[in-house]
């Protein structure tokens, strides 16, 4: 989405950044894993196509997709390379033609050892908050695998309510609709959250999306085109 394209949320645990041609190294490493693949219903992409997905990612208007950084890490200097500090990403899906106020959350945790520590649980909230700020939604839906019990447990702790249970997706749906005290609760979880400019500290400016350029594969391209326990939600967060 360009929306967030030059956009850092930037809470007490995790950095919220856009999703850029760095980051895909280390993403397509992750979806290697056939546990990540089953409870993120994804496919086993190639890298090249791994590259496809993120231009056309952040192309999308139905998507807001973050990745999701160590904060502490991250901030640490001399800065070490984005890629190191990637823990998972988190994802938006503004696909109800019907409801433009209704966002299905996707978060996911990849690291093992960042599992656990409220980091899937600060991005949730960041980017709750920043859906309610920024794009005006007014409800919030996720679907979870049956068996992954550590996320059903943190949208419940997130106000979520269970209201649909398939056997045949092997799934369950929670929602959660954001009244104005609902509304209040969220910015007062993110009261502390820090919004910066992402390359504002590039020496040039970023003239032109990736989309926009011409890559030879396999040359790296530029950057652009912008439950705790196992913290991944089910979902269509890969579309095929």
């Known amino acids: 989405m360009r929306l967030n394209q030059n956009t850092v ?61 160590d904060a502490e890490k991250w901030q640490a200097q001399p800065r070490p390379p984005e890629e190191s500090c990637m823990v998972g990403d988190v994802n938006l899906f503004l696909t109800d033609l019907e409801d433009p106020t209704l966002g299905e959350i996707e978060v996911m945790i990849a690291e093992p050892s960042c599992r656990g520590q409220g ?34 447990r943190m949208f419940q ?20 609709a954001v009244t104005e005290a609902e509304r209040q609760w969220l910015l007062e979880q993110t009261s502390h959250v820090e919004e910066k400019p992402y390359r504002v500290e590039l020496a040039e400016p970023v003239a032109a ?21 196992c913290t991944v939600s089910s979902g269509c967060s890969r579309p095929s």
């Open 119 to 152: 980091l899937g649980t600060e991005a949730s909230l960041l980017m709750m908050s920043y859906g309610v700020t920024k794009l005006g939604l007014t409800k919030f839906e996720a679907k979870i695998g049956q068996e992954n019990e550590p996320s059903i």
């Open 209 to 229: 999306t990736l989309c926009e350029q011409t890559w030879s594969h396999p040359l790296p391209r530029p950057d652009s085109c912008m439950g705790e326990s």
């Open 9 to 69: 949320l930037l809470g007490k645990k995790v950095a919220l950044v856009p999703y850029t041609s760095e980051h895909v190294p280390r993403y397509h490493e992750w979806m290697k894993s056939e546990e990540l693949r089953h409870l993120t219903a994804s496919e086993l992409l190639t890298l090249e196509q791994e590259y496809e997905m993120q231009c056309s990612w952040c192309e999308d208007e139905d998507k807001c997709t973050f990745i999701v950084l």
């Open 157 to 176: 702790k997130l106000h979520f309510k269970q209201v649909a249970v398939s056997n045949v997706f092997q799934e369950v749906t929670l929602r959660l």
